[in-house]
């Protein structure tokens, strides 16, 4: 399956009749999917339908749908608000009588009267409701073709952007792996050096246990074996993750959590400026990856 992105945009634009309607659709970041739409009046009933769709073909992100129609004037029928007019008619009777020298008003300027007339949308039968309701629907599934093929043309590129930079954590890996520093010789020769300066501060008084103790824990801080293979089993993760696609932006998140912290104890460990400058470089790609990954589905 191919990554997506959790953003994007679509449009798709029917008629069916004297209908014609136009949907947008708009998906930003989202820990789930949360969708919220917005439809006319009186195809309420669609909303079911609609979550369903969309449910079909996504995942992740926060999705707008937007649904806005017209009907074609010409459709349109006047008719006499017959609640209106007969308000009318009551204010009419109730002046006469208060004020019997009024001339009586025209018929003319009776329906002149705002709300007498209205124009109203012509009733469509059940038949023609429901072929108006499918038309809307297939309408719908095209714009989130439309909508799921962006979003993966974005997941596309995001995803060439992090196999990059997994790359980039594999070699800072390898090259903390090689380092001099990590030499047993290297180590041995610095744990000697702390030992010797440890034994200085304290006189030559230092408790032979102590001394032990301190030498066991020179030489755990010294060790970086298990943080750097665990930084290579996340690269073989993130990359299988990658290649087998869908949506897995919430698991490479876990991953890209799980590089930082051993990045960071890698850091802490260190007492060798080489070892310091690839952890922090570890860091950094570490930070942009995650940006990465919090945009996929």
């Given at each position: ?5 959790m953003?994007?945009?679509?449009r ?12 947008e659709l708009?998906s930003?970041?989202g820990?789930?999917?949360?969708l919220?739409?917005r439809i ?8 079911p339908k609609i979550?369903e769709?969309c449910?079909k073909v996504?995942r992740?992100g ?5 649904l806005?129609?017209n009907?074609d004037q ?7 608000n017959?609640s209106a ?8 009777e ?5 004020v019997?020298?009024?001339a009586?008003?025209?018929v003319?300027g009776i ?7 209205e124009?109203?949308e ?5 038949v023609?409701q429901l072929?108006l309701?499918?038309?809307?629907l ?16 974005e ?10 930079q ?7 890996t390898q090259?903390a792996e ?6 047993p010789e290297?180590?041995?020769a ?7 300066d440890l034994?200085?501060a304290a006189?030559?008084?230092?408790d032979p246990q102590r ?5 066991v824990?020179?030489?755990?801080k010294?060790?970086i ?5 665990r930084?290579h089993?996340?690269?073989t993760?993130v990359r299988?993750?990658?290649d087998?696609g869908g949506a897995?932006?919430?698991?490479l998140?876990f991953?890209a ?7 960071n104890?890698l850091?802490s460990?260190?007492n060798d400026v ?7 470089d570890?860091?950094?790609?570490i ?11």
């Amino acid at each position: 399956m191919a990554l997506a992105s959790m953003t994007g945009f679509a449009r798709s634009i029917g008629e069916s009749g004297p209908v014609r309607w136009t949907w947008e659709l708009r998906s930003v970041n989202g820990k789930s999917l949360d969708l919220r739409i917005r439809i006319p009046t009186g195809l309420e009933t669609l909303e079911p339908k609609i979550r369903e769709r969309c449910a079909k073909v996504l995942r992740r992100g926060n999705v707008s749908i937007g649904l806005s129609m017209n009907r074609d004037q010409s459709e349109q029928q006047l008719q006499v608000n017959e609640s209106a007019l007969e308000a009318v008619l009551v204010t009419i009777e109730l002046l006469k009588n208060r004020v019997p020298e009024l001339a009586p008003p025209s018929v003319d300027g009776i329906l002149s009267q705002k709300g007498v007339f209205e124009l109203k949308e012509p009733e469509d039968d059940e038949v023609a409701q429901l072929a108006l309701h499918n038309a809307l629907l297939t309408s719908l599934d095209a714009a989130l073709i439309d909508l799921v093929d962006m979003r993966h043309t974005e997941g596309k590129a995001i995803g060439s952007v992090v196999r990059d930079q997994i790359d980039r954590i594999a070699d800072l890996t390898q090259a903390a792996e090689v380092l001099p520093a990590r030499k047993p010789e290297a180590i041995k020769a610095r744990l000697k050096k702390q030992l010797t300066d440890l034994l200085e501060a304290a006189d030559g008084q230092l408790d032979p246990q102590r001394l032990h103790q301190e030498a066991v824990f020179l030489a755990t801080k010294a060790d970086i074996r298990e943080e750097l293979d665990r930084l290579h089993a996340h690269v073989t993760a993130v990359r299988e993750l990658m290649d087998s696609g869908g949506a897995i932006g919430r698991r490479l998140d876990f991953l890209a959590q799980e590089f930082n912290r051993e990045a960071n104890t890698l850091c802490s460990k260190s007492n060798d400026v080489d070892l310091t400058a690839i952890g922090l470089d570890l860091k950094a790609v570490i930070d942009q990856m995650r940006e990465q990954i919090q945009n996929l589905e």
